[in-house]
């Protein structure tokens, strides 16, 4: 088997999509989605971890998801810090770092806090590296890295600014580009997520909504990518060597 069709992926990135309609379906309130969500990440982390998977990177939040109902948007930040709160001691526990990815300013000084707390405390961590995407938008990931490379690079001419310059201030920078994307909830597009990181990302849609997304649903999408044929450019032949 060549290097090109990897056994299991490295990074599986994920876009949680289909709360609403979960919640929906049992003519349940929106936030009711979310919470069964939120319940149902832990359940993927371990699934991920024991399929050998390295890093996951989880879409929570979105710059756009601030348009939201102003009482959907509070249920979402109340989950969050719940979330970061409750888990942060197990996740300590099982060799799971967690980072969060997006412009944190934005959130309220415990969401803050938590976020510090639950960055440091797991720092250590090396089994699984979790990165939570919150008031994550890849349009401004973009923008703030070339701001960021113009502003540590003062006066450089246009031809000085390279890949390498504006991955070096993307929120990913330590990252291995995902290998694998999974989005839930049907929709086949990426709702300005990680769009640098995906240019040669496997991209796998399912209509299982992701309060539903269970072992087997994981398995599936694992099944589908070691089929593909990872090319980057080249022709099949090239990389059968
Ligand atoms: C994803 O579920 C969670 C967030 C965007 C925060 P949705 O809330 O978008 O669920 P649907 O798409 O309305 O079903
Ligand atoms: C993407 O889902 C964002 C997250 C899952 C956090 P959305 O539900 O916001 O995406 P659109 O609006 O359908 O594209
Ligand atoms: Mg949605």
């Not at 299991?8 to 309130?29: E, S, Y």
């Not at 086949?188 to 087997?216: G, H, I, K, M, V």
């Amino acid at each position: 088997m060549s290097p090109q069709r990897p056994i299991t992926p490295q990074h599986v990135a994920f876009i949680m999509d289909g709360n609403g309609r979960w919640a929906k379906q049992r003519l349940l309130p929106r936030a009711a989605g979310h919470a069964k969500g939120a319940s149902q990440v832990r359940k993927v982390i371990e699934n991920c971890v024991a399929r050998g998977i390295s890093h996951v990177t989880l879409y929570a939040f979105s710059t756009e998801n601030w348009a939201r109902p102003s009482d959907e948007v509070s249920a979402l930040m109340g989950l969050f810090l719940k979330y970061l709160r409750g888990e942060v001691a197990d996740m300590r526990e099982n060799g799971i770092r967690l980072r969060v990815l997006g412009d944190i300013s934005a959130f309220s000084t415990e969401i803050q806090a938590a976020v510090r707390d639950a960055e440091e405390s797991t720092a250590h961590n090396s089994r699984l590296s979790l990165h939570v995407a919150a008031n994550y938008g890849g349009r401004n990931e973009l923008l703030g890295a070339m701001k960021a490379w113009m502003k540590a690079n003062p006066g450089a001419p246009p031809e000085a600014l390279d890949a390498a310059g504006i991955e070096a201030y993307l929120y990913t920078k330590d990252l291995p580009a995902p290998d694998l994307l999974i989005r839930t909830g049907g929709e086949c597009r990426l709702s300005n997520f990680l769009l640098w990181q995906t240019a040669y990302t496997e991209l796998y849609f399912t209509d299982a909504l992701w309060p539903d997304f269970d072992a087997a649903a994981l398995d599936k999408a694992l099944i589908w990518f070691k089929g593909r044929e990872r090319r980057f450019g080249k022709t099949s032949e090239q990389v059968q060597l």
